[in-house]
């Protein structure tokens, strides 16, 4: 029952994550057993558990959703994040394992290189590869209290797909925001890394808050 689990687990949340299944989208449980290859119970438990992580909402007599959030919420979120992971990242910068270190800047380097050839698959690469980073930081702070707390707050970004709202200069901006805490990192300066983590979180704020309000003025168009 656990691989089953742990099967239809990762299947959802990579599909969530790739746009598959967008925000507000329903999830049932029968379709998604009969795509995934496994009975309804691991389908539940699966949901149980991206719920407790915040990508999925349960609605009374519906059924679960991809969440879908509010900009008063996704702001509330985005500001919690900078606290926790601008903590979480000044704590890592000290204690990270040579090795983690390493990894942290492979990923860097290869989003980089990712973004410079600009193939059809690369934003959904790029994305694969920040929340490797990212995870690897807060795995690299070394406090599960921090990783329990951080859970929710840093799955709300990979469902938005934060990285396709960027424009090209804004990618650009955010992938040398991850070299720049790799060489903190790399000098164990916490609080480097935790100003630019701060500003990377801010940035990708702005990115969520520029295209909806995009998104809103085209619909407003279109009405005309």
């Known amino acids: ?31 998604l057993a009969d795509l995934i290859g496994v009975s309804r119970t691991p389908i539940r438990e699966a949901l149980r558990r991206l719920n407790a992580e915040g990508a999925v909402k349960f609605m009374r007599n519906h059924g679960a959703f991809v969440a879908d959030w509010s900009m008063d919420e996704i702001k509330e979120i985005f500001d919690l994040r900078a606290m926790l992971e601008g903590y979480a990242v000044e704590r890592a910068a000290e204690r990270a394992a040579p090795e983690q270190v390493a990894r942290l800047r492979q990923l860097a380097e290869e989003m980089l290189a990712l973004e410079a050839k600009g193939t059809p698959d690369a934003l959904a690469r790029i994305a694969e590869a ?37 424009n090209a200069e804004a990618l650009r901006r955010s992938l040398r925001h991850h070299m720049e805490i790799v060489s903190a990192f790399e000098v164990r300066d916490g609080a480097w890394a935790g100003s630019v983590m701060r500003s990377h979180i801010a940035a990708a704020w702005h990115a969520i808050e520029a295209s909806r309000a995009e998104k809103a003025m085209s619909v407003r168009e279109a009405a005309e």
């Not at 691989?3 to 925000?23: C, L, Q, S, T, W």
């Not at 930081?137 to 990285?163: C, D, H, N, W, Y």
């Open 130 to 166: 920040n929340g490797e980073f990212h995870r690897l930081i807060i795995q690299a702070a070394g406090t599960q209290r921090l990783s329990l707390m951080m859970s929710q707050v840093v799955e709300v970004p990979l469902v938005l797909r934060t990285f396709h709202r960027y």
């Open 1 to 31: 029952m656990s691989n089953a689990v742990e099967k239809a687990y990762a299947e959802i949340r990579d599909a969530i994550h790739a746009g598959r299944f967008p925000p507000g989208a329903h999830l049932k449980e029968g379709e």
